[in-house]
């Protein structure tokens, strides 16, 4: 018989048992009656010689290996019977639970989801990552994009490895409805069988696609054909016009595909422009992605590519020397998403502490409230084992039904939480309540129970039975006293941690907030265009057309000024060039580097720049006169200290061979952020016209400009009007990303922002339980010294004087605790510091104030029940004992 | 005069007894006494767990069969398992009886 199934027919087998051992006896007083004794003396032998029928049952019992399962159950059932006696303390208990458990839920979900899940391929652990490395820095690092003849190389050459390459893509789709922009991404044509996708119709590119002049044909993705071609059954061979260009559709990806973010158009890889393709000293943005082939593994697979990087070094020595191939496992690119969970993560894990410490307190006072049980129970014969797994029992028995609350409310919050998360949250889709949130949430009960349960349980008794059993069990011994204290000085010490956090990092939002962005923020559009792909292809067209889009958005009504430009003021996207002050340059590596800007003649007014020295462009900055730029005044006082730069001379290589005369100085605009910019290595700001762009870069400049314009009433009121202005001849002109200055300025601060509002709840959260915490200790140790202030009183305490004694007790204790979180919320500001830009070290000012508030809510707590005691009649206190 | 049992006999004493043929727990305990012609002494009662723990390692079987007397009894009887561990069990007993008993002869012969 099974072990299960003897603990399944555990009735049938006490049933049988009882059977057997009767069968004996009565054989036995037969036998004894057979040999001639009397009937009554019979029963007695047999049953004397027999012995102890209940030991014998309990030591078969034991035989049976089921002991510690009915003990279970016994316990099981008398913790659900006490619990049910004292609803208040179980809801309490369990409440405390649920929530420290939710939230340290939610935000495992969300870290498991974002951090932990593999990718959503097939056998995402034999996927690798490629990228150059060279042995030598640039200012950009020493890793690389892929060049594409180097990626063929590889891909014909390192036998352990299944490589696929793409890039981003994506442009105006046009053809059938409103011309919209679509992201995407360039493909090689074996992408979707190296990573594993079938398709949810059609096929992949086939290998002569993936080449210059192959047919155009395009994938596109489950969502674009739901919305734009509203799910049609027949879309394979429709058309899809994409920035000008037809393409027959080939497939369509299955729903919820990613490949570093959305993208919902994909067209083969190699029939981008040859002349990209073709030059090793290109790195056109390539990534490379493999499979690991059955039986390689990672470390063939780098020995191979070491070996093809470096016979590449020697055969294209101008492109390739001290340059090699490197293979790394491919991980789900998140950002810097993580630093942000973590800290929360770690928050969260504060307030579950307290919640803790809040059960423990509460168990321990129970236990304490049922020593005399307990100890009656000993004293009957219960081992110490025994009484100290009934404890556990009904700690972890709080700790599962909490923790099964806490997974509900998990489920329910998550997907609020992500909703409120600053930003898109990269790889929400995989936030999801799985098997490993619930383990991790039955994990979690079960450590929290052996938290809470311990202190209670080492209270079982063992000695000095008869002791504890005449005394009254009205005392709390100094060793349970002690206990009870050191909870309040860790829930207060954790509570001061997380208040100061939140102070600190409000304080830094205030701040932050306050910086002058450098630019106006307030009425101003700004919002990236496509131009017509028709006009792209000659750059004198291209420059007709902007001017006259620029035309056009000035006579929109609400409009005052219009602008193009590049790259946007606190939107994520640069353009970083090595500049020096004379025409004797240093080695591209060695130069400073700047961050410059492309715009026309108004984006000074646009964006409100206030000029400090010279003029800002204007109509006569065209090709034909002498180059020039502006520069802020960062760049002015490091490179040309005190002399005034107006009239001086600068020299960048990447825009043009002459020197540029600088015109015109600037105020210092926080490109990367209210947050970010003073901690950014590159600071320094160029401005140059857009007119004096030469013309091989119109066409690439052209692709990534945007339009800024500024207005009279609310921005987003001219978007209508202004989009239907600049359609545009051929009403394929699209505006995407529409965005105010004032949202961007403020998405800047929006980690700092979302940080703060749940430091702040959590730190509410944790004070709200310290104080209760507090409270509840205190109410049970005044409570257990009823007798004692009794008997103050009667020899002449007055109110007053018992008040101050007890307050005085918990003050004490609130100190200790105080102490020690302070010290932690000086270690934990140091993270912060760390781990948020713009954050500083935590001000004694703000330390002080959330001092004072946790001192405040604490003596809150502790009147109650001092002032209850302060009211005691002397009589009934006495009489109690 | 009565000796105790040596630990772990009693299981291999009972294996042996089970070995004979399907017998119940009383039955068991009156042979354990002939056999042994009392010398033996086992308290009556203390036969069962050490019958249920054989049950439950697999060395015995019970079913619920009607006595010559017609009550309804447990009746023990050897597994595969059981009778190969008799088999060992009893192999083992005897070798070291005979190197108990040589032991005991050489120290007398020293004298």
């Known amino acids: 018989m099974s072990w299960w199934s003897r603990v399944w027919h555990r009735r049938r087998l006490e049933h049988q048992l009882h059977k057997e051992l009767q069968f004996h ?208 059954p027949g879309i394979i061979g429709e058309r899809l016009v994409l920035d000008g260009t037809s393409y027959s559709i080939v497939g369509v990806t299955p729903d919820g595909f990613q490949l570093a973010g959305d993208g919902d158009v994909f067209t083969p890889l190699g029939q981008a422009p040859p002349a990209q393709l073709r030059n090793r000293g290109l790195h056109p943005g390539i990534r490379v992605w493999g499979r690991l082939q059955v039986d390689a593994s990672l470390r063939d697979a780098q020995a191979q590519l ?168 009205r005392t709390v011994r100094g060793s349970s006293r002690a206990l009870h204290n050191a909870f309040v000085v860790s829930e207060v010490a954790l509570a001061i941690v997380l208040l100061v956090s939140a102070g600190a990092l409000g304080r830094t939002l205030i701040r932050l907030s306050s910086l002058d962005p450098g630019v106006n923020r307030q009425n101003v559009l700004v919002t990236r265009m496509a131009l017509s792909p028709a006009t792209l292809i000659d750059p004198a067209r291209t420059r007709a057309t902007w001017n006259d889009v620029l035309e056009r958005a000035r006579h929109v009504p609400g409009v005052q000024a219009a602008a193009i430009v590049d790259t946007v ?86 825009l043009g061979e002459g020197p540029f005369e600088i015109v015109g100085v600037v105020g210092h605009v926080r490109h990367w952020g209210l947050a970010s910019d003073d901690q950014s290595t590159v600071r320094a700001q160029i401005y140059y016209p857009f007119a004096q762009l030469p013309d091989r870069f119109v066409r690439r400049w052209s692709e990534l400009m945007s339009i800024a314009v500024r207005t009279s009433v609310p921005p987003l009121n001219v978007v209508e009007t202004l989009r239907h202005e600049l359609r545009g001849s051929t009403g394929d002109q699209v505006l995407y990303e529409v965005r105010t200055l004032d949202q961007l300025a403020s998405n800047s601060l929006a980690r700092a922002r979302f940080l703060l509002m749940l430091f702040g709840v959590f730190a509410g959260v ?105 009211r005691l009649d002397v009589m009934t206190a006495l009489r109690q004992d | 005069m009565k000796t105790d049992l040596p630990q772990g006999t009693l299981d291999l004493l009972i294996l042996k007894i089970v070995a004979l043929g399907p017998v119940h727990g009383y039955a068991i305990a009156q042979r354990l006494q002939q056999v042994s012609r009392d010398v033996v002494q086992v308290p009556q009662g203390s036969l069962y767990p050490a019958l249920h723990r054989l049950e439950n390692r697999g060395l015995l079987v019970a079913d619920w069969k009607d006595t010559d007397r017609g009550r309804e009894a447990k009746f023990y009887r050897l597994t595969r398992k059981g009778r190969a561990q008799l088999e060992t069990e009893s192999a083992s007993w005897q070798r070291l009886s005979q190197a108990v008993g040589l032991i005991l002869k050489l120290s007398e012969g020293a004298e």
């Open chain 1, 25 to 232: 006896v009565d054989q036995y007083t037969a036998d004894l009656i057979d040999r001639g004794l009397d009937p009554i003396e019979a029963e007695r032998r047999a049953r004397l010689e027999f012995g102890g029928v209940e030991q014998i049952k309990e030591q078969c019992r034991d035989a049976r290996g089921t002991r510690w399962f009915d003990d279970l159950v016994l316990d099981v059932r008398y913790t659900l019977r006490s619990l049910r006696k004292r609803a208040g303390f179980a809801a309490v208990a369990i409440g405390t639970v649920a929530l420290g458990v939710g939230a340290a839920t939610v935000m495992f979900t969300v870290v498991n989801g974002v951090l932990l899940k593999p990718l959503a391929y097939a056998d995402p652990s034999r996927l690798v990552a490629l990228h150059e490395e060279t042995a030598y820095s640039t200012q950009f690092g020493n890793t690389w994009a892929f060049a594409y003849p180097n990626y063929l190389d590889c891909r014909s050459d390192v036998r352990a490895l299944a490589l696929t390459a793409w890039r981003v893509g994506g442009g105006i789709v046009s053809g059938s409805g409103d011309p919209e922009y679509a992201p995407g991404f360039q493909i090689s044509s074996n992408l979707f069988a190296v990573l594993g996708v079938r398709l949810d119709r059609g096929r992949a590119f086939l290998d002569e696609e993936d080449r210059p002049g192959g047919a155009p044909v395009a994938i596109i993705s489950h969502r674009l054909w739901q919305r734009r071609y509203a799910a049609h």
């Open chain 1, 306 to 473: 070491t070996v093809v990087g470096r016979r590449l070094a020697e055969q294209y020595r101008d492109s390739n020397e001290r340059r090699t191939f490197v293979a790394s496992p491919l991980r789900p690119d998140v950002g810097n998403v993580s630093s942000t969970l973590w800290l929360l993560f770690g928050a969260v894990f504060l307030v579950l502490l307290i919640a803790c410490a809040n059960v423990a307190s509460l168990l321990l006072a129970r236990a304490v409230a049922r020593h005399r049980e307990l100890t009656l129970r000993a004293a009957l014969g219960a081992g110490r084992g025994r009484l100290f797994r009934q404890c556990f029992t009904e700690s972890a028995m709080l700790a599962v039904i909490g923790g099964a609350l806490g997974v509900l409310l998990a489920a329910v919050a998550v997907q609020p939480f992500i909703a409120l998360w600053p930003g898109e949250l990269p790889r929400a889709e995989q936030v999801q309540l799985d098997w490993h949130v619930l383990l991790f949430a039955l994990v979690l009960s079960l450590v929290s129970s052996v938290l809470f349960g311990l202190a209670p349980a080492l209270r079982a008794p063992a000695r000095q039975l008869e002791h504890v059993l005449r005394s009254s069990g």
């Open chain 1, 569 to 654: 003021p606190m939107r994520p996207g640069n353009n970083q060039l090595g500049y020096w002050t004379s025409g004797n340059l240093p080695p591209s590596n060695q130069q400073p580097i700047a961050l410059a800007t492309s715009v026309s003649k108004e984006y000074a007014k646009v964006m409100g720049l206030s000029l400090s020295a010279g003029r800002f462009f204007d109509e006569h900055d065209g090709p034909t006169s002498i180059p020039v730029v502006i520069i802020d005044d960062v760049l002015a006082r490091t490179a040309f200290s005190d002399a005034n730069p107006v009239g001086r001379k600068m020299w960048i290589p990447n």
């Open chain 1, 766 to 870: 944790a004070l709200g339980l310290a104080c209760i915490g507090i409270y509840g200790v205190l109410s049970f140790l005044t409570n257990e010294r009823v007798p004692e202030i009794g008997a103050r009183m009667a020899i002449g305490a007055n109110a007053g004087q018992v008040l101050r004694l007890v307050v005085g007790q918990s003050l004490r204790v609130i100190a200790t605790g105080l102490a020690a979180g302070t010290l932690a919320a000086l270690a934990a500001g140091r993270l912060l510091e760390q781990q948020i830009d713009g954050m500083r070290a935590t001000e004694p000012s703000t330390l002080g104030a959330m001092i004072a508030v946790l001192v405040a809510a604490a003596m809150l707590a502790t009147y109650i029940p001092a002032r209850r005691a302060s």
